[in-house]
């Protein structure tokens, strides 16, 4: 039991520890996310004016793709991730993953698949071209060559998710201390539970309709071909049966972190536990039957729209419960606007407008309005960036003192939180008008009348870039060293977790914890 | 729940780690094998992937043999091996339900039926049929059309009749091998597993003869329109799954024949090998329904 982490570069090749995975997640995370926001900037300064001036419309396409696919599947995922990896063992009292060996190989895969996805920009033909959603027939007929090195990565990078998702479950369900039973574990643990299973039962959904492409550009088949008897509206079908449950993929697990943060700064335990389970589980199960309000446009049948229709607005019933938790909680609270605090209020608050704006997507007869315009953009990066991007962040700051055992700079913290929370309101809220307005996404180019409002998202986003960078050294400064922080760190805060030193240690529990 | 007084802590390991290059490799390979370049990128991975799997099972084998492994482990790896299974039922489930949204929506459509028959306009001359042996492309450009669909499907009653009855044998048998090992009795166990393990070469055989008589004989190819696209690539999968699953158990007969592997009470190995090959069995019934004699 005595031993440590092993010294030099081994120690992350084979290392077989939680922690150490969860650090190696949460830094490939993190560049994954400043590359993908690189490539959000050159999109942003492109659209700074109307016309063509840095880029070509080919290379502008180029990188609305590899954006949103490093986004999803390089930053926010393997954020989630590297928080589960470091957080689920300490929380449930278990000495480390249930499964430690695939744990390492299912980190390891990513930065090579990665490195594939990354290595089309230099291909022949350019990088895949046609939208993170990878619509058929532009994604097999009109392709560029470099399609078959992404199809081969997302086989890999779905791989590592399943075995990622087995080892939470198979920790989850097999390695809680005695006492703990399943409804006293924190919410981030339940909500991890329930995304390793949504992620179980659509990743391999995913490899399916990449393989179904494979086929049709390379053997001859023809499940997205009419001339066959196939259909690319199938593609929709079966993509959308992955990427619907893939949103709350990475937006569950940022509903048990922000559950965490907001009773330590109200001081007031959470309101509604219970209802929160079930609100999460409703949320999973709804998310799997409400995959077409993506294609409402396409030309479903009647009987399809409306069955999207409602049952996508019945999603707001469950997240209405969780935000109105939130809110409770924080009634009458004794609160204090720590960092982290400042990000999980922000979140709840600009959440909702996402949320707010995916309801009025889910009407269908609107939505032909709204359908693929930046209004679209709005809403989805409503909930992703303040959504996924500002929970990850809250939870860093809120955990940072237990990993590192120091406490990161609050001004600076502060400082990061402003700039961020101003620059994604900035870029993102002027989008909902000109989407409103007409304005087409994926396009380099634009009518006149629709510059300020993209001249002042293009600033929001340098602003918000600007931003991430004072996170970026925040943490290095917290790594290398500051004032030390306790072993509660914050005041009177619930879970295993602050019953530990700070740093925690490399092997938390050697005996299973007692449970009060 | 943990039950163990405390807990055991892994050491570290290089298996992972050459695990991924080698499916990297592999996945790379691949593509560039596709793509016109040339395959050794592809067998290299790939060999290397499987020694490497080869040394990480043996690990495994050897550190249960040596009493290392405790409850709380071996109950993760049948989590493990569960969720595995359910996360190929979700692979088939997508290209089953690629088959339902295809004879149910987008072939009658193309025929004109329905909310969006109009799509007929492009294909004129394209009727609704299952075998598909006129494709909408044949319809509407005669002999310059890509896709011309097949003379002849297969006949459900023959063949694949013969394939049904081996492998829903062939989980009976399994099932008798793992009764025999949970009895202790070793010789029988082997014999059931071994005649488990010629079932299963004989369905991969004489869906290869299938196969041959698809492609020479009734012009039902994966290029054949979306009949053979559907055919194809569910059977083929499966087939795929089938030999997985035999040479997994052909590993567990001789693990068990070899190195006197497995007791009565400890033998998880066999055991996901066994749920394996019965899972592969129902997926089969599945095609049977509705590829064969739905299809026919």
């Known amino acids: 039991m005595a031993h440590g982490p092993q010294p030099g570069l081994k120690r992350w090749l084979y290392t077989t520890n939680h922690k150490d995975i969860g650090t190696l997640y949460l830094w490939f995370s993190f560049a994954m996310f400043f590359l993908g926001g690189c490539m959000a900037l050159i999109i ?38 590297g928080l589960a990896n470091w957080m689920i063992p300490m929380m449930i009292g278990a000495p480390d993953m249930a499964l430690p060996r695939m744990n390492n190989w299912s980190f390891w895969i990513l930065p090579f698949g990665f490195a594939m996805l990354a290595s089309t920009l230099f291909m022949e033909g350019g990088a895949p071209n046609f939208g993170w959603t990878f619509y058929a027939p532009l994604s097999t007929e009109y392709a560029p060559p470099s399609v078959t090195f992404f199809i081969f990565s997302v086989h890999i990078l779905g791989a590592s998710s399943i075995m990622g998702a087995i080892n939470i479950i198979a920790t989850i369900l097999n390695m809680r201390a005695p006492g703990m039973t399943l409804m006293k574990m924190p919410l981030f643990v339940w909500t991890w539970l329930i995304t390793a299973y949504l992620l179980i039962a659509v990743m391999p959904v995913l490899a399916g309709v990449v393989t179904m492409m494979l086929m049709d550009i390379h053997f001859g088949t023809s499940f997205f071909s009419a001339a066959g008897g196939g259909d690319p509206v199938l593609f929709q079908h079966v993509f959308w049966f992955f990427g619907h449950p893939e949103v709350y993929i990475m937006i569950l697990p940022a509903f ?25 589980a409703a949320i999973a199960f709804l998310s799997l039957i409400v995959w077409a309000h993506h294609m409402f446009t396409v030309g479903m049948p009647i009987a399809g729209e409306l069955f999207f229709m409602y049952a996508t607005m019945l999603i707001s019933v469950p997240t209405g419960v969780k935000i109105f938790n939130w809110v409770s909680t924080m009634f009458k609270g004794s609160m204090t606007f720590e960092t982290p605090m400042l990000f999980a209020i922000a979140f709840i608050i600009l959440f909702a407008i996402g949320g707010f704006s995916g309801l009025m997507l889910a009407i269908a007869p609107a939505d032909f309005q709204y ?10 990066h409503y909930v992703l960036v303040p959504g996924a991007i500002f929970s990850i962040t809250a939870g860093v700051y809120y955990w940072l003192p237990k990993w590192t055992g120091n406490m990161y700079n609050e001004t600076m913290g502060k400082v990061h939180f402003w700039m961020a929370f101003v620059g994604l309101n900035l870029t993102f809220f002027p989008m909902h008008f000109v989407g409103l307005a007409g304005m087409p996404r994926r396009i380099p ?13 293009s600033m929001g986003a340098f602003l918000f870039g600007a931003a991430q960078v004072v996170f970026l050294f925040n943490v290095v400064r917290t790594v290398m060293g500051g004032k030390k922080a306790s072993e509660q760190v914050w005041e009177n805060p619930q879970g295993l977790e602050w019953t530990v030193p700070s740093p925690a240690p490399y092997h938390t529990f050697s005996t299973p914890p007692i449970l009060r | 729940m943990a039950s163990e007084s405390s807990y055991y802590v892994p050491e570290q390991s290089k298996l992972p780690i050459f695990a991924t290059i080698g499916l990297f490799l592999m996945a790379f390979g691949a593509a560039n094998w596709i793509n016109g370049g040339s395959s050794y990128i592809f067998f290299t991975g790939a060999l290397f992937l499987a020694s490497v799997l080869w040394f990480w099972f043996a690990a495994v084998i050897k550190e249960n043999m040596a009493g290392l492994n405790s409850e709380q482990l071996k109950r993760s790896y049948v989590w493990g091996m569960g969720w595995f299974i359910f996360s190929e039922v979700m692979f088939f489930a997508a290209f089953f339900g690629a088959l339902y949204y295809i004879r149910n929506f987008s072939v009658p459509w193309l025929a004109g039926e329905g909310d969006n028959g109009i799509s007929n306009m492009l294909w004129e001359g394209f009727e609704n049929s299952w075998p598909l042996y006129v494709t909408p492309d044949a319809a509407a450009h005669g002999d310059t059309a890509k896709f011309v669909g097949p003379k002849d499907v297969i006949d459900p009653w023959h063949l694949p009749l013969w394939n049904t009855i081996i492998l829903l044998t062939s989980s009976v048998t399994v099932h008798f091998a793992h009764v025999f090992l949970k009895k202790g009795e070793r010789g029988k166990f082997n014999m059931w597993l071994g005649g488990t393990v010629i079932l299963g070469g004989v369905f991969i055989y004489l869906q290869a003869q299938e196969y041959y008589e698809a492609y020479q004989h009734l012009g039902l190819t994966l290029e054949s329109g979306v009949y053979g696209t559907t055919f194809f690539m569910l059977t083929g999968f499966h087939g ?17 024949v070899i190195a006197q592997h497995f007791k009565p009470d400890d033998h998880f190995g066999f055991e996901a090998a066994s749920w394996y090959w019965h899972f592969v069995d129902v997926v089969w019934v599945g095609l049977f329904i509705f590829v064969y004699v739905l299809g026919a």
């Open chain 2, 240 to 256: 795929a799954h089938v030999t997985l699953g035999t040479i997994m158990l052909l590993i567990m007969l001789l693990r068990s």
């Open chain 1, 371 to 380: 359908h693929d315009t930046y209004f679209v953009v709005a809403h989805f």
């Open chain 1, 256 to 280: 048990g972190i922000i559950s965490a943060i907001i009773p330590t700064f109200a001081r007031k335990p959470l309101f509604g536990y219970s209802s929160m389970v079930y609100a999460t």
């Open chain 1, 445 to 457: 180019d634009y009518a006149l009348q629709f510059a300020d409002f993209n001249q002042m998202a």
């Open chain 1, 44 to 81: 942003r300064a492109e659209l700074f004016e109307p016309g063509l001036q840095i880029v070509q419309p080919e290379f502008f396409n180029q990188m609305t793709t590899m954006h949103g696919l490093i986004m999803v599947f390089g930053a926010v995922m393997p954020a989630f991730v």
